[in-house]
């Protein structure tokens, strides 16, 4: 009897494990099975913390060389304004002030700005591996953890943009868009196309597609065949862009302007994706040749910190370095009282020799570029610009002559006419001047050909004392007696 009790013992100890083996695969049974749903993964219904559940950072997101607060920062923004998904959601975190030692950079608007990039960005959404599970476990589903955590990722930057966009004004929430149409819009092709698709109501609200898990939960649906009730979805974050099939063309457009050959394949797909959409052609490409991007350079407003935003908002390519390298043309002293009007000199220098190390870093601490006591040819083109957003009539005038020769940024007439017509909003008669010669001689889609306004404008320019405007007067007045005698 003791030896039988002593075998059932040893039975009952053996079959402990098993029965723990077997508990363990039903267990994960049931997780897999929670993965076949298609409106969201498994684990983000778990008591799992958000880091479990978050893709691990990359080592240049996290590594030591962020000890340095404002070099991490500028590191990141230089990577998130290349797309970088990653780079873009801890910016979002930094500004959001996440963790306490981040309070003194807090800037709700730049959060937002940076969290919406990264729903906008494909590297986000797009699948890395997939395989058809439906025989078994429902539907169409990654292999990939890294696809279910990049859900994850999207799932929280939702509810947080959404949360901050709920609690700004119009203005600030306009701010956030500006900025994205600015971000996005130094990317070339890529991010015209990206801004087509924020406009197109035939994609998800950031531009993915409409079947995406987190795109239907931002609306508030469900997954097509479940009969679970309507959700209440996010919606501050959903109508940040309105769609509208004009903006959407616009930016299909302006993504063909840059000479990218795939760009021209997905505008007449645009075209041919909806009944109607080809009728707005002719209206599109003239008031994209009247486009100019919402900000002269990204808004380099500093947060409490003092830290500005550094300016990594520049475009590449070979047509912008030669008209850098046209700079030498443009004579030092337009830089010069551009200077003295931000205050970083209290006097006119009229050679770059003749500014300070200080004077020079001051500069660059305003721009958010490196300390290297040296004025690059793009810090001459920012001192210029920042001068004239800021509300120097002269360097809105310089500037916009920068943009008709091509000198320091690449040939613009669509936003040499804009800040010709800031210039003389403060009353400078030489942009008068300029503008009356853009009326008379017409340049297309930015300023028709209107006689009677070059007139006007170059009547005004003469009253106002500058000089070449009275013989070119007469010269424009017998033109246009001409035209109505004929």
């Known amino acids: 009897m003791r030896d039988r009790d002593a075998r059932l013992d040893a039975t009952r100890d053996l079959r402990r494990p098993r029965a723990a083996l077997v508990a363990l695969i039903l267990a994960s049974a049931v997780a897999i099975s929670g993965c076949g749903e298609t409106d969201s993964p498994a684990f983000w219904r778990t008591a799992e913390t958000g880091a479990a559940n978050a893709c691990p950072r990359p080592q240049t997101v996290t590594g030591s060389e962020f000890n340095a607060q404002e070099a991490g920062l500028r590191q990141l923004r230089r990577a998130a304004f290349r797309g970088d998904f990653f780079a873009q959601l801890e910016l979002g975190a930094r500004y959001a002030a996440l963790r306490a030692t ?80 600015y971000a996005l819009s130094t990317q070339d092709a890529e991010g015209f196309r990206t801004l087509a698709r924020l406009h197109d109501a035939l994609y998800g609200p950031f531009g993915e597609p409409q079947d995406n898990p987190q795109a239907r939960e931002a609306w508030g649906r469900r997954a097509s065949g479940q009969p679970e009730p309507r959700r209440e979805g996010y919606p501050a974050a959903v109508n940040l862009f309105p769609r509208n099939d004009v903006d959407a063309y616009l930016y299909n457009y302006l993504a063909v302007q840059t000479g990218d050959v795939g760009a021209y394949v997905l505008l007449k797909d645009f075209e041919r994706s909806s009944p109607g959409r ?52 443009l004579p030092f002293v337009h830089v010069g009282r551009a200077l003295r009007y931000l205050g970083v000199t209290e006097t006119v220098a009229e050679a770059p020799n003749a500014l300070s190390a200080r004077q020079i870093q001051t500069l660059e601490a305003m721009l958010g570029h490196n300390m290297e006591s040296r004025l690059s040819a793009v810090e001459m083109v920012r001192a210029v610009q920042l001068a004239a957003v800021n509300g120097s009539s002269e360097a809105q005038l310089v500037l916009a002559v920068m943009y008709s020769e091509g000198i320091g940024v690449p040939p613009d007439y669509a936003r040499a006419f804009h800040w010709y017509s800031q210039a003389d909003k403060q009353g400078s008669p030489e942009a008068k001047f300029a503008m009356s010669t853009y009326f008379a001689l017409g340049v297309a889609g930015v300023a028709d050909q209107d006689k009677a306004e070059a007139v006007a404008l170059r009547i005004d320019s003469a009253l106002a004392g500058f000089g070449p405007s009275a013989s070119r007067l007469q010269a424009v007045l017998a033109q246009v007696s001409r035209s109505q005698r004929r």
């Open 102 to 181: 981040d309070k003194n950079i807090e800037d709700p608007i730049e959060s937002a700005v940076w969290t919406g990039m990264a729903l906008a960005n494909d590297e986000g959404y797009a699948p890395i591996n997939r395989v058809d599970r439906s025989g078994v476990f429902g539907g169409l589903r990654s292999v990939s953890r890294y696809d279910d955590c990049r859900a994850w990722e999207r799932h929280v930057a939702y509810q947080r943009l959404d949360s901050q966009l709920s609690r700004m004004t119009m203005e600030e929430q306009g701010e956030v868009r500006d900025r994205m149409i």
């Open 278 to 329: 080809s009728r707005y052609g002719a209206f599109v490409e003239a008031k994209a040749r009247q486009w100019v991007p919402p900000y002269e350079f990204y808004p380099n407003d500093a947060p409490a910190s003092g830290v500005p935003f550094s300016d990594e908002s520049r475009p590449r390519g070979d047509a912008y370095e030669y008209a850098l390298g046209r700079m030498s043309e």
